[in-house]
């Protein structure tokens, strides 16, 4: 027989809910009616169900494709940007482009397009040699 899904309770929708509005677990979890005690822990603790994990997935992408946030149009955007004439870039100094700049860091790393260590999610094999020194076993006694 196969495994119903979990379904989301109130709480747990109210945190997916403010999660993808803030992406901030802790205060997610405090404005979803958990114990500000305990919100950063409830809050590491529910992303790390898989039921709650898709949902917050889903709500992302939703919202991304709604904002017609792509990571074409992100790499575009910083295309644009970095080639940018010394009068263009004055204009944008004058107009905040750092706000511009950290906001399209932040969804370019949100879209993986760069990453600041490598993940490995492949297996990783450990090989251990232990020899024995014949003078460590003289010494010995």
Same mark, same amino acid.
């Given at each position: 027989?196969? %495994?119903?899904?979990?379904?989301?309770?109130?709480?747990?929708?109210?945190?997916? =809910?403010?999660?993808? *509005?803030?992406?901030? $677990?802790?205060?997610?979890a405090?404005?979803?009616?958990?114990?500000? %005690?305990?919100a950063?822990?409830? *809050?590491?603790?529910?992303? %790390?169900?898989?039921?709650?994990?898709?949902?917050?997935?889903?709500?992302?992408? =939703?919202?991304?494709?709604? $904002?017609?946030?792509? $990571?074409?149009?992100?790499?575009?955007?910083?295309?644009?940007?970095?080639?940018?004439?010394?009068e263009?870039?004055? $204009?944008?100094?004058?107009? %905040? *482009?750092?706000?511009?700049?950290?906001?399209?860091?932040?969804?370019? =790393?949100?879209?993986?397009?760069?990453?600041?260590?490598?993940?490995?999610?492949?297996?990783?094999?450990?090989?251990?040699?232990?020899?024995?020194?014949?003078?460590?076993?003289?010494?010995?006694?």
């Amino acid at each position: 027989m196969a %495994k119903e899904k979990p379904t989301l309770n109130e709480r747990q929708r109210l945190f997916v =809910k403010y999660y993808i *509005g803030t992406l901030n $677990a802790t205060e997610s979890a405090k404005r979803a009616g958990y114990s500000p %005690k305990t919100a950063a822990e409830i *809050g590491y603790e529910l992303l %790390k169900k898989p039921h709650i994990a898709e949902a917050v997935s889903k709500g992302v992408e =939703k919202k991304m494709t709604k $904002a017609d946030i792509s $990571a074409e149009r992100i790499l575009d955007e910083l295309a644009s940007i970095a080639f940018l004439t010394p009068e263009q870039l004055d $204009a944008l100094k004058s107009i %905040k *482009g750092g706000e511009k700049m950290r906001a399209l860091e932040l969804l370019g =790393k949100y879209h993986t397009l760069f990453t600041d260590r490598i993940e490995n999610t492949g297996e990783v094999t450990i090989n251990v040699s232990l020899e024995d020194d014949e003078d460590e076993d003289n010494s010995n006694a």
